[in-house]
């Protein structure tokens, strides 16, 4: 991908897209690469960087939703469930399975959860990744050797998925351009075109890197920009009413050796009402999460100190060796754009919902969840393609492969998860010696994957920002000096620093 060449085609003189998606996250993605898919002429503007906001703060889990069973809410479970397997099998360089553990410290809590990963099983079918089954006190000692063995009576085992969710909406940005499609990054909707009946005819773009605006011209317009959907509808009606409930969920990243297995802990209930795991990821852990109800969003949301206490004395309640701040080698929030409703958001529903603006016709996509986002952008496309009155196309998306499809990608070692693209990255010595990063990696981000700032290099094509804050911060020079070279422009590197400080405890 070349944005130079991406804002070009987007600016065509006399261009008319079938569709114009905004937002650059899982669902904007997922909509562009499923509409590229049907042949349909689509661009798509993000006003940041691809993943910048909720799409990189992910819990790392492709999952049906064990709360969401809880719930009772099934069909969410059945549809996570099956788009769980397809994500496996259409990105298997970025989908893998995860053996997750429920300890069990009351006698009562082994048959009571074994019962209900039972029905997750046979919800998920054909698309199973495991069969659920109960393990006794050394066999989870076994499989977690920093669980806390005081009172410990067993567990119960039960099977998900994880993913690197920015490199995953990287692929999926590069899927997009390969079925025909435009993605532009750092360009943001600042108004919409309308015709003389006030219908949306296209949308005007600024572009963030030189300050120019210019309009853009399209069927129909798609606001997918999640949390921030609201300040996007109010480009259209300054007074709506908001569709967005914000909810902030913040995570914690410790050493391995908090958690050196290869299996995650679930804690099924928490204070707050929602579940909360410990899990493998790379070479450290990850803990979480928190559900803070917020007013205002932002795109570097930072985790207040209550959240951090209340993660670690939650994962601490479960763990032999007592993590504390100083163990904390970075923390990063993400902000849930749920569905409006009433109640807390710990129990609103992750199923999403699609409104089309009975004066504009612009179609808003809110709710939903990383799992699900094919689903989410098939719903999108049917509408907008009838609301555009496109020609009718059936969704391929549901075995199309993900950019790097890689049946072996475990082949390639720590650069597994750029697939079938690992041959071509000459990796070279790492950056800083606290981070797996190498000069190889920067400069394929530069020339293939649009990354334009440090932060884009540190947080999203690479993760080590989430490795290791202090560690990213140290290792920013040194990638805007290989940037420089790459983009031929100067590349702040103290733009970093401040960014990376948030991730701070």
Known sequence: MNRDDMLARARESGRIFDLIVIGGGATGLGVAVDAAARGYDVVLFEGSDFAKGTSSRSTKLVHGGVRYLQQGNVSLVMEALR?????RRNAPHLVHDLAFIVPSYEWWESPFYGIGLKVYDLLAGKYGFGTSRHLDADEVRAEIPSIRGDGLRGGTLYYDGQFDDARLALALARTATGQGGIVVNYATVVALCKDGSGVAEGVVVRDEESGEEFAVHGRAVINATGPFSDGVRRLDHPD???????????????????????????????PDGRVMFAIPWYDVAVVGTTDTPIDDVSLEPRPQSQEIDFILE?????LARPATRADIRSVFAGIRPLVQADGSTAAMSREHAIVIDPDSGMLTIVGG?????RQMAEDVVDQAAALAGLESRACPTKDLPIHGF????????????YGSDAPSIEAGEPLHPKLPLTEGEVVFACREEMARTVDDVLARRSRSLLFDAAAAGEAAGPVARIMERELGR???AEAFASIAEGYRP
């Open 240 to 270: 709506g009413k908001p569709l967005v409930a914000a909810s902030q969920g913040v995570h914690i990243v410790l050493d391995k050796s908090f958690l050196p297995g290869d299996s995650a802990i679930m804690v099924p209930h928490t």
């Open 406 to 417: 890689h049946a072996n990608a475990e082949r390639f070692g720590r650069l597994s998860v």
């Open 83 to 87: 788009e769980r397997g397809r994500m």
């Open 314 to 318: 939650t994962a601490n309640a479960y």
């Open 490 to 492: 100067p590349v702040d």
């Open 369 to 373: 969840k990383w799992t699900t986002y």
